[in-house]
């Protein structure tokens, strides 16, 4: 019995040190290297967005808008590539794949259910309502 | 209790084999491929969340808009934890490459200690936001302004109960195949709760504070 666990642990093991380490060279936890880069860069494009907004040195708050999302977006990329390591080569490309398509979901979700719902508040707008019953018989 | 012995013995080879078996297929792996899918899906909850706070955003039903509430402090300070817990949660990571478990243990301790002080934050100022009368009953805007939230913030809770389980899994088995693989799923889960809170200090706070 002890014999046998003891020989299931050391297959464990091999298995473990050889397998596990050479496909986690290319997947899961990148290198010292990836993650301080990542900080680094995630500080820079966090501090920006807020010292525009708590500090408003942009007079027009349209444009302040545009460049706080503009570096969500490259901190998510950032984000993306330095901490969670997806790239062409990870799982053969499936994780990159699935990325993508998540995002084009999260688009279509988000960007269409605000295009959807400004349409319909602009269309029943109680002005209008009003308006139509005023010209019902 | 002769009985349960050897029953035990064999649902722990059972329990190997299937897992060795998830993992022959050379370099790629079905649990850590598995587990982004399950996180992209997550990612879709999300969007939906984004996308009601976002039709809701204007609906303040008279009552306080986020521009009188908000601190910006708070959410700067909560932003920075949460990028600290991420790169410990690297170093951890880095450690159990190297096979150093007490390393694996400090940095998964810290990590849990930064996500605790961000939720006590987030819920310090749902008490504060609270107190000036933005319930998540005062109108639609508040709704989804705690939905979305507060989605964010069980995650991270999640995510702590978690690291406490993988903190006792690593003491009792050491940093063997499988939990290994555990502390690559908890990492994927950890980073991506990040990327969220991008998107929420993003459209939530930031552009909140610029309507």
């Known amino acids: 019995m002890s014999a046998s666990t003891d020989h299931a642990d050391g297959e464990l093991h091999a298995h473990s040190g050889g397998e596990l380490h050479a496909h986690g060279e290319e997947h899961g936890h990148g290198s010292k290297k990836s993650y301080l880069v990542g900080f680094a860069l995630s500080a820079v494009l966090t501090a920006i967005p807020f010292w525009l907004v708590m500090a408003a040195p942009l007079a027009n708050p349209g444009l302040t808008a545009v460049l706080v999302i503009l570096l969500a977006i490259a901190q998510i990329l950032v984000h993306t590539i330095c901490f969670l390591h997806v790239n062409t080569s990870g799982e053969g490309g499936w994780t990159l794949l699935a990325y993508v398509f998540t995002g084009v979901l999260l688009l279509i979700t988000i960007c269409g259910s605000l295009w959807i719902m400004y349409h319909l508040n602009t269309n029943m707008m109680p002005g209008m309502m009003s308006a139509q019953v005023g010209a019902a018989p | ?211």
């Open chain 2, 1 to 211: 209790m002769a009985d349960i012995a050897p029953t035990a013995g064999f649902d722990r080879d059972t329990f190997h084999l299937i897992e060795k078996d998830g993992h022959d297929g050379g370099h790629s792996s079905p649990v850590l491929l598995g587990f982004w899918i399950y996180l992209m899906s997550d990612a879709l909850i999300f969007a939906s969340l984004f996308a009601t706070y976002g039709v809701l955003s204007t609906s303040f039903a008279g009552g306080p808009t986020p521009r009188e509430l908000f601190h910006l402090e708070l959410v700067a300070l909560n932003t920075a934890i949460l990028l600290f817990s991420s790169i410990t949660y690297g170093f951890g990571m880095l450690a159990m490459e190297e096979g150093r478990q007490r390393s694996v243990q400090l940095w998964l301790a810290v990590t849990a200690l930064l996500g605790i002080a961000f939720v006590g934050i987030e819920l310090y100022e749902f008490g504060v936001l609270a107190s000036e009368g933005a319930t998540p009953q005062r109108s639609g805007y508040w709704s989804g302004f705690y939905t979305l939230v507060a989605t964010h913030g069980l995650h991270v809770t999640t995510g702590i109960l978690w690291i406490g389980l993988m903190m006792v899994q690593v003491a009792k088995r050491g940093l063997t195949l499988v939990n290994k693989r555990r502390l690559l799923c908890l990492s994927m889960f950890w980073h991506f709760l990040d990327v969220v809170w991008i998107g929420v200090f993003t459209f939530v706070y930031l552009l909140g504070m610029l309507r």
